[in-house]
């Protein structure tokens, strides 16, 4: 017998109990799984004190099992519980475990890392520096369950006491055209005493049979394509599966290296458009599926745009706007030069890939961006500064920036604001957060103690994810407010230690009179969410200045809008009926056919390039000169003309 089937045959017992274990959770892996939003490029920086930054990734990860961008785990103390990670199961882009000194990763459930986008473009997994002051240092790091690296390598180095992870065998985890992107620098010094189970055959996550090593490749008949769930030739996994399967065809993998459509692992997405044979068209195709992520679904969510090819983005290619086309959002190329709506770059995307968070040398990148392309997110190192990057404190003032902006399609996350700025006036020209990404599953995050007010006046909706507002204690308005209005999704608002209505009506903190039932954003008939009776541009009036008032306006819908300059302002009686000098009820100076102009023409080419010449009658109307006038007149008939000298 060779030497590859002995090692088959006495891993595949270590194996045995594990392949249990998936197929217990087989029917899991056809479920929608709970998914959350990692990072694009943290890194290694802190979030805030080492405990805002524990407690920022509980919220982030607390029960998630699908992490869709990278999940980076960084800075994390021996005093600090990693139970919130025992959940996830598959990683999108790259894992990052590096600067903790917490004894122990709870990774345990982890099974595959897709490596969407890699660590340096080369590494999915990497684990450095895990070593601590105090001889504390990461110790264990159990990823028993892993058993698939779609894309990227390995690297490991600096790590004290994670010993056993000098055992695993990575051929079996790491696609074979990454096996020379694989470097392991263990200190054998440190790791005197791995030792694997004897059930583990020298293979081993840690101690105990629990942690050994998982094998869904090695121990593979010659034939099989990829995984397999046993050494057998009838176990083999079929060639869409990732990871391992609990039977031969593709509806019985554990998880898809491509696309699953329902129950089916496939290598593509069925197509919009299929070619008829008889007509030698293109046509509708009516099983046809957009690709969203790894999976294929019938519609795109409400808040991604659909491109031509098939697939769900959150952003346009720069050469393409997104339009609404009947309800649904979509990229098409531009026609020239885009529109003049300028478009930024958010945190951690394009120019600010490797960026955490605003600051004082960031800022003016997003002067006059009226859209924000992914996140914005403000955190405490704003208003510190980072004195080992030598970026200064922000600038408050530099905050009104973000006056022009209309949109973000990710999300916004403002764990630091000016203690004197008493809202956030600076987004008050905010209308739509679309939540294509997301903190944890917030696309709307306020932290800021010292906030009165949200004065977010001209949001009108957030398109996904929930709305988190905790740590306000100074802050009114935001509980009367009927958020179900701004969401179009399932989604869901928590509200945490605000202000008491007590406290706030005591203090005339209450809105205003204007205001209807859904509440309001803050103090003033500029703040409410809707208008009890009319409004006027931003602000909520009692009515329009129909009969008397200045300027002159009148209503459509419940909105004033002001009577054309022309429109002689009558009081008790209506100015105008609409926008142009046309809709006047009576001119303020000449009324020239039906509209109202400040003079009659004069010098006027009309048809056949023939010069038109008006004067105004009695009536202040405007009538035209004889034909013979050449310069103009005064009145009717030859006599009327202007003479020439």
Known sequence: MGRKSIMRRE????????????IGHFCFAHEEKKACYGTNNNQFNQLGSVDEHHSIHQRWYNNCEVVHGNLEIANLQPNHSTDFLKSIREVDGYVLIGLNSAKTIKLENLQIIRGNTLYRN???????????QYNNSLEELPLRHLTEILKGGVYISGNKKICNINTIQWKDIVNSNYLNSITLKTNSSECTDT???ASCNGSCWGPGPENCQSFTKLICAPHCPGRCRGPSPSECCHSECASGCAGPTERDCLYCR?????????????PLQKYNTFTFQLEHNPAGKYSFGTTCVKKCPYNYAVIDSGSCVRTCAPDSEEVDENGVRKCRKCDGPCRKDKVC????????????????????????C????????ILIVAGNGDAFTKIAKLDPEKLLIFETLREITGYLLIDWWPQNYSSLKAFENLEIIRGRTKVRE???????????????????????????????????????????????ANQEVKIKNLKSPEECAAEGNVCDELCTNEGCWGPGPSQCFNCKFSS??????????ILTGEPSEYDIDGKCYSCHPECLPRNDNITCTGPGPDDCMRCLNYKDGPYCVQKCPAGYKGDNDRMIWKYPDEDNKCQLCHPECKLGCTGPGIEGCIPCD
């Not at 009226?370 to 997110?377: A, C, E, V």
């Open 11 to 22: 891993i595949f017992h270590g194996i045995s109990v594990f392949l249990l274990v998936l």
């Open 122 to 132: 080369k590494y999915a997994l990497v684990i450095v520096s895990n070593n601590g």
């Open 195 to 197: 030792v694997c189970d």
């Open 258 to 270: 491509n696309f699953r459509d329902g129950d089916v692992c496939k290598d593509s997405c069925p």
């Open 345 to 368: 770059d958010g945190i951690g995307t394009g120019m600010l890939r490797n960026v955490i968070s605003l600051n004082a040398s960031n800022i003016d990148m997003f002067k006059n």
């Open 370 to 377: 009226t859209k924000i392309n992914g996140d914005l997110s």
């Open 442 to 488: 917030y696309s709307l995050a306020i932290f800021s103690k010292y906030l009165k007010s949200l004065g977010l006046r001209s949001l009108k909706e957030v398109s996904d994810g929930n709305v988190y507002i905790n740590g306000n204690n100074s802050l009114c308005f935001a509980d009367t407010l009927n958020w179900k209005n701004l969401f179009r």
């Open 536 to 545: 006027r541009g931003k602000e909520c009036v009692k009515t329009c200045n």
